[in-house]
């Protein structure tokens, strides 16, 4: 319960910051795509990384953007953010989704 109350909160600081849908949005495809490349020994960059980006996807997908995080090249740009291990096992992944379902993969997936 109190991660729920959280979470409203933080929404609501969001829109207090931000103003409206679009803008939250923006600020967190902005942060997304300007995020330093990630080194394969910095497991706490990756940790921090993938926090983001799982609040990012959870917040654009109630602020209805999902779509422009999982646009391809965004979605390029997110993804060369990982060390080359992920970004390769993100391909598989990717692959295997698109062959089973007949459709692109989207971050929501992983």
């Known amino acids: 319960m109190a991660s729920d109350r959280?979470?409203?909160k933080a929404?609501?600081?969001?829109q207090e910051h931000f103003g409206n849908e679009h803008q939250i949005a923006t600020a967190y495809m902005e942060k997304a795509?300007?995020?330093s490349s990630i080194k394969p020994?910095?497991?706490?960059?990756?940790?921090?990384?993938?926090?983001?980006?799982?609040g990012c996807s959870t917040a654009m997908k109630d602020v209805h953007y999902m779509h422009?995080?999982?646009m391809p090249?965004?979605?390029l740009v997110i993804?060369?953010?990982?060390p080359y291990q992920l970004r390769d096992k993100w391909r598989t992944v990717a692959c295997d989704f698109q062959e089973k379902h007949n459709q692109r993969a989207t971050l929501g997936i992983w």
Do not use: C, H, P
Not at 79 to 82: Q, V
């Open 79 to 82: 993804i060369k953010k990982l």
């Open 6 to 8: 959280g979470y409203r």
């Open 73 to 75: 090249a965004n979605m």
């Open 11 to 14: 929404k609501s600081l969001l």
């Open 41 to 54: 020994d910095d497991t706490k960059a990756l940790q921090v990384y993938t926090l983001f980006l799982r």
């Open 33 to 35: 795509l300007s995020w």
């Open 68 to 70: 422009e995080l999982d």
